[in-house]
């Protein structure tokens, strides 16, 4: 690159550091220009954000095609992360400008979280707490018995980088493992010891648990509907962490509040970050967490390295691995 002294500029409310990164590109740019903004960034935009050689932004940041227009120098936007839904990678892609995100970083991460949703529901660590507030105590604390671990089902929706090592991790645990991606064939899933299914609404009938774990498209937007939950069987919980548009909100709530399915684990839903007025907030057998399935020491460290990474490949001219508007 020509110009050795580029402007990287950083739009993100989460980390409460940045010093991996600084070391990373003022390593490879001693003189470069990084600048930060918040979320509400209107303002640095027109001082200097137009000039900026490249953007990095949290999954968060909303990075639309009138922002991108006025980007006059930019070379690249580097997502913090797997999801980029936020960025109008169509316009990006107009403007010349590369896209990336930081996919698979957190499969080890994201899959402890489904294992632990999936244990915590089977060993009732989520149901006996009222049960012992009311004074009952052994086998009439538990209302639903349920199956063993190796004798139940986990349908597995969007089996890629992250599904695959939730998979990896079922079967380790001998349950019956099965997988609706439609992108993915029979035989890949073979090999991960799992059985593809062709239709989510074969899927969903045969499971006890359910671990969401596709990315959010225009295709998988409302994806999961009340009809589709209405097929579990008794007693089926849900673990998302994905997105929380892949399922239709207002659905997932009249089915737990219906019975429909016995609860769901959400590191993710409709609205992030949240105003805590949503529906979901008062359904008493949704479990939210606040959107850290992902977080390790080790996943962070990855994640701003290889944004970083992303970001010095393409100011060189280079081709970035995760470039997803191509």
């Not at 950083?10 to 990084?34: A, H, Q, R, T, V």
């Not at 403007?95 to 402890?112: E, H, P, Q, R, W």
Request: proline share 3%.
């Amino acid at each position: 690159m020509s110009n050795k002294k580029p402007l990287i500029w950083i739009i993100d409310e989460e980390w409460p550091d940045y010093e991996l990164e600084k070391e990373i590109l003022f390593g490879k740019y001693p003189d470069c220009d990084l600048r930060f903004s918040t979320y509400d960034y209107q303002k640095d935009l027109e001082e200097f954000g137009k000039d900026a050689d490249a953007v990095i932004c949290q999954v968060y940041a909303p990075i639309p095609g009138q922002v991108i227009k006025q980007l006059g120098k930019c070379k690249i936007i580097a997502v913090y992360g797997g999801g980029y839904d936020r960025v109008d990678v169509k316009a990006a892609k107009e403007k010349g400008i590369k896209v990336t995100n930081v996919s698979g970083y957190c499969a080890k991460d994201l899959s402890d979280y489904v294992m632990a949703a999936v244990f915590t529901f089977n060993k009732q660590f989520a149901f006996v707490q009222g049960a012992l507030y009311e004074g009952k105590w052994g086998a009439g604390a538990v209302e639903e018995k349920g199956r063993r671990i190796k004798d139940s089902t986990l349908l597995i929706v969007g089996c890629g980088t992250i599904g695959g090592m939730v998979a990896k991790k079922a079967v380790a645990h001998r349950m019956n493992v099965i997988a609706f991606d439609p992108y993915k064939s029979a035989e890949y899933m073979e090999e991960l010891g799992v059985k593809k299914v062709e239709t989510l609404e074969e899927g969903m009938r045969q499971a006890d648990y359910v671990s969401i774990n596709t990315i959010l498209t225009a295709e998988t937007t409302g994806l999961i509907t009340y009809r589709h939950l209405a097929l579990l069987k008794p007693g089926a919980c849900l673990v998302n962490t994905a997105r929380g548009k892949v399922i239709v909100e207002e659905d997932l709530v009249r089915a737990l509040e219906k019975g429909v399915l016995r609860a769901a684990m959400l590191d993710v839903i409709s609205v992030e970050p949240p105003t805590y007025e949503e529906a979901v907030f008062r359904c008493a057998s949704a479990y939210v967490t606040p959107h850290i399935s992902y977080i390790s020491k080790n996943s962070f460290d990855e994640l701003k390295k290889r944004t970083s990474d992303n970001v010095i490949t393409v100011l060189e001219g280079g081709i970035p691995k995760d470039w997803v508007n191509q």
